[in-house]
Structures are given as C-alpha cells and as structure tokens.
C-alpha cells in the first residue's frame, strides 16, 4: 500500500453542497478505515461568515450526511474527527488578497505539523479556477520548495475545444502540469478501473479484444430523474457536454486504448490520450446527421403521478433545444478497431438509472447450429458501472432435449458479493489517489482537449446545421422511437435493467 504522507486539504467553496454531501462523508470513511495520516486537517475556506465551531457544526457534527456512520461510532471517535477541521472567510469575493489564508495556512502547518503538503480542492464554479490559482500563486501559496501543493479542479473543463484550451492554459501560468488534478467521478467507480483489470489481466479476453472478434461496443448511461434544480446550468450544458464529453469519453478511452508499459500514472494516461485522439472526427453534415440523434424529454405519467416535461422545468427556456438525450455512432481509426462502431448514449428521465458497457462479439464465422432465433443472440460481456455493479458474460448453451437448440446463458460476478471487501466509494477512493499523489483516474490537458475535438463538430452541427432534428421522447421511455435507427443493421439497443441479469427485452415502468 502506497504511503500517505501528513498534508493539509484546502477547500474553497467550502460552504456548499459537495463538501458536505460528498467530499465531508469520503474522508470520514477514509478516517474510519485509517487510511488518512497522522497529521491531517482540513481548512475550509469561503465566504461565508463562520467560526471553526460553526463549521464543524455544519458539514460534521450536525450533517445529515453523516448521520447514519456516527452510530457505530463513539462520541470520543467524532469528535476526534470534527477537530481535523477548520474554516477561514475569504470575504466577500474568492478574488481577493490571500495573505491572510497564507498566515492561516502556516499557522495550521507549524502547529498540527502538516510538513507544508497541500492540496487546494476547487468546488466552485469554473469561472473562478484561474482567479483562485492566480491568488494562490501571488500569496506564495503554489511553490514547492517546502512540500508538495497540488490543485483539484472539479469538471466541467471548459465548454468547447477553444474554452477548455482556455481554462487549461488559466490553471498551467500558475500551476505545473503535474500539479493539477482534473477530477472526474466516474472513473472512481470500481467497475471503470476493472475494465482495465477484465482486458489485461485475462487472456480469456486481451486476446480477442479487437476488430477480428469484436462487433460491436454499446454503452448506456441512463438517469431516471430529470433535471431536478439544476435547469439553469443544464439549459446552458446539455447531455452531450454534461456527460458525454467527460464521463463516457473516459469510459471509452479504456475500451479502446492500446496495453500500456506499466501501471504508472504517466503510461496509463498516455495510452488513453492515444485513444482519444484516434477517434474518427465527425466533420460532413451528413456523417453528423446520420451517426447523431437528440432528443428532449417531454411530460409524461409514471407511477401514477405526473412528471413535467424537459421544457416546464424550472430554469429551462420555454423554447430549449438543449438536448436531454443524446446518441453518438462513431469510428476508432486505428489497427484495432477499424471499421467495428461505437454507440454510446447518455439521457435523463429514462425507465431506470444505469451505466453499463456491452461488448458484442462477432457470430462464429461458420454456422452448425442454425437457429432462426440467433441474430440476437449474439456473446456478449456485460460491465455494469452502476447500479449493481458487475459482470455479466451471455454465451451459447443447448436447450435440453432432441436436437440443438440454442440459447443464452449467464454467467455472472457480483461486487456486493464480495463480502469482507469494502468497495470504496468514488470520491473516497479518488481523493485518497490526489492525496498519495497517483493521478491516474485524473484527466490530463491533453486529454481534455482531445476529447473536445471530438465533441465540438457534433455540438457546432446541432447548432447551426441544416435538417437537424429534436426528436421528443415521453419521460419514462428509452429514448426517441427512431434511437434504434443508429444501431442500422445490427438491431437494437440493450435496454438494461435494475438488475445486471434482468432480461433487456422488455423493461416495466409501472
């Protein structure tokens, strides 16, 4: 196990949603498993008026979030816990002088004894990323000569290629490369980094993971809700920025990317920027117009009660063409995946909540066993992200009886059946990576902007083409009814289930 060395965690924007409900709870369980050092604090820093007190009060003591850990914890344990933190006011902006964080900071370092390691997490919005940093940087509060600093930066990075280079080039004036941690919560998911267990750890599958066994690739990030009380920034974002870009382009980078020399940091991102920037950009509007399909969800009734549609949100234009469904087709132009499609489609107010990637493979190349029922029954290896996370591999077995009739079996693996195993949590695990200095689950520039490059074409299209199409979708459904349209040739989606082994022939919504 990797060393933790003793550091102090800054956190501006310390006062809002994300440090209670998720970074707060991740070092708690991170507490509770010993895993943080002997000296360790936490320096909140905002602007909101409050003492150390108020603060351990707010995002500890008295957090709703932490309810349900504390009971099988002793008063003497939580408290222990709750005097790890402290909380200095910024004032009235985060652009400001920092001279007075600095004395803070040493002050907290001399006395608790932190060794002059820090790591500033940013949870606040992008626009103020380079501020912060550049007063970080004039307060003498970024050098490295009395211990290391590191910066976290929450997504979105940047709005478009030309945004994201922005926002890359703001952080690296005041920040090195090496430095800066992009932080993406889903590749803290046990399943996404087992994806790169499943390819090359087994040689039941390193093998075949190419052109010449593989058909197809399918992947599904599903949410059942709808945009909840964020329609002011999702208007403004859409499916395609907000998940696509990020979260699945990630995903896709490790289905696609070539062995890399070793498990470091550096070599691992390096072939995943390899991956990115081999994907076929989209640039004729007809190629965008047929591997493109948007759509928006529309009111509906589910369970009984009735659900507004996207554009009666509230904070969303009464006319948005912002997309709350978005499918891509796309090409990998490399050796190994030449001319096998991609599908990946992400969407809100779907049957269920649900991320999960489909390996097709190809049929046998010559058929004994004729079944009119086969075409869809192709092998497939089913990764599930989440929920119920696990594998699921569907393969040919003879139906008992006379002669051969096929059918699909499961043979799956469940992480909830691991039983004396603690699955850590995706802020938890990721922010124990920053901590020990690992940043192989953290975007780099260059993969952020190549990312981008993809994206930008498909987005520019959708803005400005000519015949590009909103297709509506009641909420509660799979999509628009032409989605299947994209899958040309092949048949359909999987439509999963809550399950990882539910049958996706069907889905009940009711």
């Not at 999702?234 to 995903?251: C, V």
């Not at 059918?407 to 995706?426: G, I, K, P, Q």
Request: aromatic letters at 12%; a negative charge; glycine letters at 6%.
């Amino acid at each position: 196990m990797k060393k933790t060395e003793n550091q102090m965690l800054v956190i501006f924007g310390a006062s809002g949603d994300l440090t209670a409900r998720k970074l707060v709870p991740s070092l708690f369980n991170l507490f509770n498993a010993n895993q943080l050092p002997k000296n360790f604090i936490v320096l909140g820093a905002s602007r909101s008026d409050m003492t150390d007190t108020a603060f351990r009060k707010k995002v500890v003591l008295e957090s709703k979030y932490l309810k349900e850990k504390f009971k099988q914890k002793s008063d003497k344990e939580i408290e222990e816990f709750a005097n790890t933190f402290f909380y200095e006011d910024l004032g009235s902006d985060y652009d400001t002088d920092y001279s007075r964080l600095r004395k803070r900071v040493e002050d907290l370092n001399n006395k608790y004894k932190t060794g002059g390691n820090i790591m500033y997490y940013l949870s606040t919005p992008p626009t103020l990323y380079e501020p912060i940093a550049k007063n970080l940087a004039d307060a003498g509060l970024n050098t490295q000569n009395n211990g290391w600093k590191r910066l976290i930066v929450e997504k979105p990075f940047g709005y478009s290629l030309e945004t994201g280079k922005a926002l890359n080039a703001g952080l690296q004036k005041y920040f090195t490369e090496p430095q800066i941690y992009r932080i993406d919560h889903y590749l803290g998911k046990e399943t996404v980094q087992n994806l790169l267990v499943t390819r090359f750890a087994n040689s039941i599958f390193e093998p075949l993971w190419n052109r010449n066994y593989i058909h197809h690739v399918e992947i599904t990030n599903a949410e059942s809700v709808g945009v909840e009380k964020r329609g002011g920034y999702y208007d403004k974002s859409g499916a395609l920025r907000d998940m696509f870009q990020n979260h699945l382009l990630q995903i896709v980078s490790l289905i696609v990317m070539e062995p890399p020399i070793g498990d470091q940091p550096e070599e691992i991102r390096n072939e995943k920027v390899k991956a990115l920037k081999s994907l076929r950009i989209m640039k004729d509007e007809e190629t965008l117009h047929d591997h493109t399909i948007r759509g928006q969800y529309m009111a509906s009734t589910i369970n009984g009660e009735k659900v507004k549609g996207y554009r009666e949100e509230e904070g969303v234009s009464a006319d948005s063409t912002t997309e709350t469904y978005a499918a891509i087709k796309f090409f990998v132009d490399n050796w190994r995946w030449k001319d096998v499609p991609f599908y990946v489609r992400t969407a809100k107010r779907m049957p269920t909540k649900v991320t999960e990637v489909v390996i097709h493979f190809k049929a046998p190349h010559h058929q004994i066993f004729q079944d009119s029922g086969l075409n869809n029954k192709d092998n497939k290896l089913v990764i599930r992200i989440q929920p119920d996370e696990g594998i699921l591999m569907k393969f040919g077995v003879k139906v008992p009886g006379q002669g051969f009739k096929v059918e699909r079996a499961n043979l799956d693996f469940y992480y909830s059946s691991l039983a004396e195993t603690h699955v850590m949590e995706a802020y938890e695990r990721l922010l124990l990576d920053a901590m020990q200095g690992d940043a192989t689950l953290y975007a780099r520039a260059d993969e952020v902007e190549a990312a981008w490059e993809f994206v930008d074409p498909i987005l520019e299209y959708w803005k400005n083409g000519k015949d590009v199409r909103m297709y509506g979708y009641a909420a509660g459904v799979w999509g628009p009814e032409n989605a299947d349209e994209l899958i040309d040739g092949i048949g359909y989606w999987r439509n999963p289930g809550e399950n990882l082994a539910d049958d996706p022939g069907y889905c009940v919504i009711c």
